[in-house]
């Protein structure tokens, strides 16, 4: 089975400031990624996805996130925050070939006005 | 909106009672999947089907668990002698047959056994 890490359970932050969330998975294989966001009381919302090609992938609401094969990392970005971006945040993996989904603990993002 | 809608949003139940989910998926999506969360947690995966098929099912899912996808359309998540353990968020999801595919899920429904 794979696993995925997030290393940061919380992260606050200033409105306006940058903000990285972390995200490592343990796999031996090929894997697409996956970032998804949850507002309170609500499903999740894919923010962005890595299938191939170019290493630094763009999502909504001005994410962007970037694969590192040798380090089995997808890192979460985003150069300047919203209050609105207050919420939580999940790593996922899928293995190619494969429909089964691992998602990694979560980050709670929380911007401080 | 995804288009996965589910079925009650909210469920406060006595400890004992059975409760049924019901999840809706989009219509040209064969692949469904039940999660459950809870607080401070990732969805953690519950069982999935490949159209009508259940083809896996977590070791989570006990046998007071059961789910159903008549004719590969909605899907139905029953949970017998609830405890108050079983109170989380259960989670609805589904792709299509794309195998790069990502999941698109449901609103949720929270259940709350006392």
């Known amino acids: 089975a794979q696993s995925v890490t997030q290393l940061d359970s919380q992260v606050p932050v200033f409105e306006e400031a940058p903000v990285e969330l972390r995200c490592n998975y343990s796999?031996?294989?090929?894997?697409?990624l996956f970032w998804y966001v949850q507002y309170p009381n609500q499903g999740l919302q894919l923010l962005l996805k890595y299938l191939s090609g170019s290493t630094l992938v763009k999502g909504i609401n001005g994410f962007e996130a970037e694969f590192n094969k040798s380090q089995t990392s997808f890192h979460l970005r985003k150069p300047s925050v919203h209050i609105s971006d207050t919420a939580e945040y999940f790593c996922a993996v899928r293995v190619k070939q494969s429909n089964q989904f691992y998602f990694g603990t979560g980050t709670s993002l929380t911007v401080i006005p | 909106d995804t288009g996965v809608s589910q079925d009650p949003r909210h469920k406060i139940t006595k400890r004992g009672q059975n409760v049924t989910f019901r999840c809706d998926p989009i219509s040209e999506h064969n692949r469904l999947y039940w999660y459950r969360q809870t607080l401070g947690q990732g969805p953690e995966f519950l069982t999935y089907f490949q159209n009508e098929a259940q083809l896996e099912k977590s070791r989570l899912l006990s046998d007071r668990f059961s789910a159903e996808r008549p004719k590969g359309s909605f899907s139905t998540l029953e949970i017998q002698r609830t405890e108050q353990g079983d109170s989380a968020m259960y989670l609805c999801?589904?792709?299509?047959?794309?195998?790069?595919?990502?999941?698109?899920f449901g609103e949720g429904s929270r259940l709350t056994v006392l």
């Open positions: 796999s031996s294989v090929s894997v697409y």
């Open positions: 999801a589904t792709t299509g047959p794309r195998s790069s595919g990502e999941l698109f």
